[in-house]
């Protein structure tokens, strides 16, 4: 079993940034990969990136390419959101999410362990 849990969430200002930051403890997680989703109020969970524990390799989705970085320190058992250029649209719950299988994957199916999510929100 692996329990996730969340930090970082807040209010920021339109421009502005803020880093979440994902701690796993439990099983051993350096292998499979860890991503982020986010919710909006009325709207389903939805994929925003993920990075491979062992290689590094990310994925994006189109909608933070360029402003959002996933990023992971094996040693921490730790996985970073750095978030720039933050939009009031990128007001959410964030979820952390980690998988035992080392593909990257966008479906929130295929994710087997979820933190408790953090609030995000954007406005002036």
């Known amino acids: 079993q692996v329990t996730l849990l969340e930090s970082g969430g807040g209010l920021v200002q339109p421009g502005g940034s803020l880093r979440l930051s994902c701690v796993a403890s439990?099983?051993?997680?350096?292998?499979?990969?860890a991503g982020w989703f986010r919710q909006a109020p009325g709207k389903e969970r939805e994929f925003v990136t993920a990075i491979k524990w062992d290689t590094g390799v990310t994925y994006d989705a189109d909608s933070v390419k360029g402003r959002f970085t996933i990023s992971r320190d094996n040693a921490k058992n730790t996985v970073y959101l750095q978030m720039n250029s933050l939009k009031p649209e990128d007001t959410a719950v964030y979820y952390c999410?980690?998988?035992?299988?080392?593909?990257?994957?966008?479906?929130?199916?295929?994710?087997?362990?979820w933190g408790q999510g953090t609030q995000v929100t954007v406005s002036s």
């Open positions: 999410a980690a998988k035992r299988r080392s593909v990257l994957t966008t479906s929130r199916s295929t994710y087997d362990y």
């Open positions: 439990g099983r051993t997680v350096n292998s499979g990969v």
